[in-house]
């Protein structure tokens, strides 16, 4: 349990259900409290074996499930004594808990399934593997040591298959496709979550227990600079995510090579029952010893006849035609020969014997026949197209002459034409630049008149502001020489109103004047003349002018 314990705490990437990881940690976490755990001793059994014996699988089905039977390659009491090169077994090994690298207390690590996986296959008489699997996944580094000993065991020409029964998830389906091929005993069990996550436990340095009053302290030496650097201050996310990322596409991708026919969608984390996964993730549904004789049939169709035949020489040959479904044949070519439809299959008895009905083979004869009749005609066919073939050959040869002339002939027109553009090009060249230059010198002297007309308007414009000025002032003076005119014409017009108006209200003294009693002179008073649009500020004050002096002159 303690070495479970260091690598769940220890580990940094898991190919594992999340749920699975949470509740073995908070189980070991309980087991070193309480020093207390449960398992059954049937979960610390490794490894079992299939046996045959002269071509029949010898092993009782139900001794195949781990609980009865024991890992002993040896000759069991109750079977009969044979030879033993007719003795043959299929190494399975079981899966069935966390994957980890050291294992624990009820589960086996990767490291001792990877030597157990290599020890059988060091064995002569063994002829294939099977991994019997039910796991949620675990640490992603076990998947090397498989990775080692599946590649020990190719090399030796076996196989290893894997058989899921339970759900298989996560680590569990990346080490599926590196078997040979994958079978399930339930097609309603779950398969899939394939994907990666990093978790890790980490405590701040000062931290202090709450109920024991423990502080937790850390010191790094100096030098120690790197030294659990993915850890401190609670982590780098940054590179624990680019790490995580990294790892996992690589096992993605090792898994597209090792299984081609699983889909993208399937490679997400998602969980699939396995019956709908049959032909991606998994390659079909059947029974332990199902397997076990397929496997068996595989090694027994690759060894010399002479290997196969040994039960034979034992008078075992009709048992292992009854017990092994490779020895009858299917003939479907035959059938369609034989007149059959399409779909229709001729298969030999267990001896390997096959019968032919006289009218079967009359059809097989007629059918024969009409193919042979059929051969000679594509043969003569052939001839012919050969012949045509030989006479195509001459006239590409032909043509591949006149070709090379043609080709010749254009290569040299196109160096005349060539010639002939740089001629054409240097007077074209040269007609524009005398262009360009004419046009040059019409630019310039557009510039010079432009300028000029440019100065004249100046100067209009300068001269104009200048009238414009000047009238303004001579507005104005006009119009502040009528407004005392005009003030002039008031006093008078006033004083006249006085003078009309009779005597002052003071007597004056003295002797009345010698004019006393005559007739006053009359005075010709008119009115002063209004402003006339149609003549200049200059008229209209000079009429002004005049009007006052006649004022003056007939108040005189």
């Known amino acids: 349990m303690n070495a479970l314990f260091n690598e769940i705490v220890g580990c940094r990437y898991y190919t594992m259900q999340r749920s699975v990881f949470g509740g073995y940690r908070a189980n070991v976490f309980n087991f070193l409290n309480t020093r207390q755990t449960e398992h059954q001793d049937s979960e610390k059994r490794l490894r079992a074996v299939a046996r045959f014996v002269a071509g029949k699988l010898a092993t009782d089905a139900t001794r195949l499930n781990f609980r009865t039977y024991d890992d002993d390659w040896d000759d ?4 009969p004594k044979v030879q033993q090169e007719d003795v043959k077994y299929i190494n399975i090994l079981r899966l069935t808990g966390p994957m980890t690298r050291g294992g624990g207390e009820c589960s086996y690590g990767s490291l001792e399934m990877r030597d157990r996986l290599m020890q059988a296959a060091d064995r002569d008489d063994v002829v294939g593997h099977i991994i019997y699997c039910r796991t949620p996944g675990g640490m992603a580094t076990t998947l090397i040591d498989f990775r080692k000993a599946i590649d020990y065991i190719r090399e030796r020409g076996q196989k290893i298959y894997m058989f899921c029964d339970g759900t298989v998830a996560s680590g569990g389906v990346f080490l599926s496709a590196m078997c040979d091929g994958v079978f399930v005993y339930n097609g309603e069990d779950e398969i899939g979550g394939i994907g990666m996550y990093t978790a890790f436990f980490t405590m701040e340095n000062g931290a202090v227990n709450s109920i024991t009053q423990e502080k937790y302290v ?12 993915a850890y401190r201050d609670g982590g780098d996310m940054e590179l624990i995510k680019k790490e995580t990322n990294e790892y996992l596409d690589e096992l993605l991708t090792a898994m597209k090579q090792d299984r081609p026919s699983i889909k993208e969608e399937q ?37 010399p006849a002479s290997t196969r035949n040994t039960a034979e020489d034992n008078n075992q040959s009709n048992i292992n035609q009854q017990t092994n479904p490779k020895m009858s044949k299917e003939y479907k070519n035959l059938a369609s020969l034989a007149g059959y439809e399409a779909d229709a299959t001729m298969v030999s008895d267990n001896e390997g014997l096959l019968t032919l009905q006289p009218q079967e083979a009359d059809a097989m004869e007629e059918r024969l026949q009409a193919m042979t009749e059929q051969s000679a005609t594509l043969e003569a066919e052939n001839t012919s197209l050969k012949e045509g073939n030989n006479a195509m050959s001459t006239a590409l040869a032909n043509m591949a002459v006149e070709r090379d002339a043609a080709l010749r002939e254009v290569r040299e027109l196109k160096e005349t034409l060539e010639k002939d553009d740089i001629t054409k090009g240097e007077e074209i060249r040269t007609e524009m630049q005398a262009q360009l ?37 001579a507005a104005e003076t006009a119009a502040q020489q009528l407004a005392e005119k005009e003030q002039i014409i008031n006093d008078l017009q006033a004083q006249l109103a006085e003078a009309n108006s009779g005597s002052g209200s003071k007597v004056n003294a003295g002797e009345s004047p010698k004019t006393n009693g005559d007739t006053a002179g009359a005075s010709q008073m008119t009115s002063a003349p209004a402003w006339d649009n149609s003549k200049s500020a200059a008229e209209n004050v000079k009429a002004m002018d005049d009007y006052m002096k006649r004022q003056k002159d007939s108040v005189k």
């Open 76 to 79: 069991d009491d109750d079977q």
């Open 218 to 229: 850390e010191y790094y030496a100096d030098k120690s600079t790197e030294k659990n650097r």
């Open 267 to 303: 490679m997400n984390g998602a969980m699939f029952k396995m019956k709908d996964v049959v032909g991606t993730i998994i390659d079909g549904i059947c029974t332990l010893p199902e397997l076990c004789e397929r496997i068996y049939g595989e090694w027994a169709a690759t060894q």
């Open 437 to 473: 230059d004419e046009a040059a010198t019409r630019y310039a002297a557009l510039e010079d008149e432009k300028k000029k007309v440019e100065n004249t308007l100046a100067e209009v414009t300068t001269e104009k502001n200048n009238l414009e000025a000047s009238a303004k002032t």
